[in-house]
């Protein structure tokens, strides 16, 4: 049974920057496509950034090309999520994932194992 934990989240001015952190434990993290969505009040989960089990492959919404970036450190077990140039919408609960996917796949049902999410609020 994998746990994955999000950490990170908070309250930031618009330009600002955040980084997320998503923690994983119960088996072999390194096996793992791993991916970031979010959600805000009142609309559907959106995909935001995925990366292959190496790190060699990423996958970007085009609404955070350029902004966020995402990592990950397999000795520790953490992906991670830099995001930068922070906007009002950007605002939502960002929920990491994993799965056995060999490409960083933008599609929910890809990802098998979801976290509780972690709150992100940017004002304007």
């Known amino acids: 049974q994998v746990t994955l934990v999000e950490s990170g989240g908070g309250l930031v001015q618009a330009g600002g920057s955040l980084r997320l952190s998503c923690a994983a434990s119960?088996?072999?993290?390194?096996?793992?496509?791993m991916a970031w969505f979010r959600q805000a009040p009142g609309k559907e989960r959106e995909f935001v950034a995925a990366i292959s089990w190496s790190g060699g492959r990423t996958n970007y919404a085009d609404s955070v090309k350029g902004r966020f970036t995402i990592s990950r450190d397999n000795a520790k077990n953490t992906v991670y999520l830099q995001m930068n140039s922070l906007k009002p919408e950007d605002t939502a609960t960002y929920y990491c994932?994993?799965?056995?996917?060999?490409?960083?796949?933008?599609?929910?049902?890809?990802?098998?194992?979801w976290g509780q999410g972690t709150q992100v609020t940017v004002s304007s």
């Open positions: 119960g088996r072999s993290f390194d096996r793992y496509t």
């Open positions: 994932a994993d799965g056995t996917n060999y490409y960083p796949m933008a599609q929910a049902t890809h990802y098998d194992d």
